[in-house]
Structure formats: structure tokens, C-alpha cells
């Protein structure tokens, strides 16, 4: 059974930093991409940041200099490290892997935390 389970959300003021972890289960971490994914009220769902299992990163614009990526294959975890952060930023983040399964892509969600930006 996979689990990807997400923690570290909460309010925080403009200007503040959080770090989000996503601790998964039940796959071959260390080949899996690892995203992290937001999605405001009323909007789409949109990517945030990426790494590849050999630690790859990428980020979309809204975040570059100012969110980190980062995994540890040993804890099967990844991170996002947030700062500067600013109301905009206000989502419910979701952690997701695109991994293989035998010889088929999959991808898996976690529930998502709520991280709130605001004075």
C-alpha cells in the first residue's frame, strides 16, 4: 500500500518560512521523481517545485529564490523549504510521486496540508 504522507503546514505571516515534509511509503523512493504541487481556492492545481531520484530540481517561476526541494532516500522524504513566503503563496500543498510500478508509470497523491499566509 502506498502512503504519502504530508506534515509541517500552518499559517504563517508574510515574510516567514515553513518547511513542508511528505514521508512516503511503499514505493522505491530513491527512483521516484518527487513533486510538490499547490492549489489555491478556486484555481487549478499547479506545480511547485520537482526532484529526480538522482536530485534534479526545478522550480516554477512564482517560487524560484525563495522555495527549496530537497529529499533524504534514507528517510524516504522530501521536503520543501519555503521562505519569504507572501499571501499568494496561501494553497494546499500536496506532495506527489511519479514513480514506476513493474514497468508501468504511476503516480500517487498525498492528502495535502494547508499552509496559510497571512497577518
Known amino acids: 500500500q502506498v502512503q504519502l504522507v504530508e506534515s509541517g503546514g500552518g499559517l504563517v505571516q508574510p515574510g516567514g518560512s515553513l518547511r513542508l515534509s511528505c514521508a512516503a511509503s511503499?514505493?522505491?523512493?530513491?527512483?521516484?521523481?518527487m513533486n510538490w504541487y499547490r492549489q489555491a481556492p478556486g484555481k487549478q492545481r499547479e506545480l511547485v517545485a520537482t526532484?529526480?531520484?538522482?536530485?534534479?530540481?526545478n522550480y516554477a517561476d512564482s517560487v524560484k529564490g525563495r522555495f527549496t526541494i530537497s529529499r533524504d532516500n534514507a528517510k524516504n522524504t522530501v521536503y520543501l523549504q519555503m521562505s519569504s513566503l507572501e499571501p499568494e503563496d496561501t494553497a494546499v500543498y500536496y506532495c506527489?510521486?511519479?514513480?514506476?510500478?513493474?514497468?508501468?508509470?504511476?503516480?500517487?497523491w498525498g492528502q495535502g496540508t494547508q499552509v496559510t499566509v497571512s497577518s
Open positions: 506527489n510521486a511519479h514513480t514506476i510500478v513493474v514497468t508501468t508509470p504511476k503516480d500517487y
Open positions: 526532484i529526480s531520484g538522482a536530485g534534479s530540481t
Open positions: 511503499g514505493i522505491i523512493f530513491s527512483i521516484s521523481a
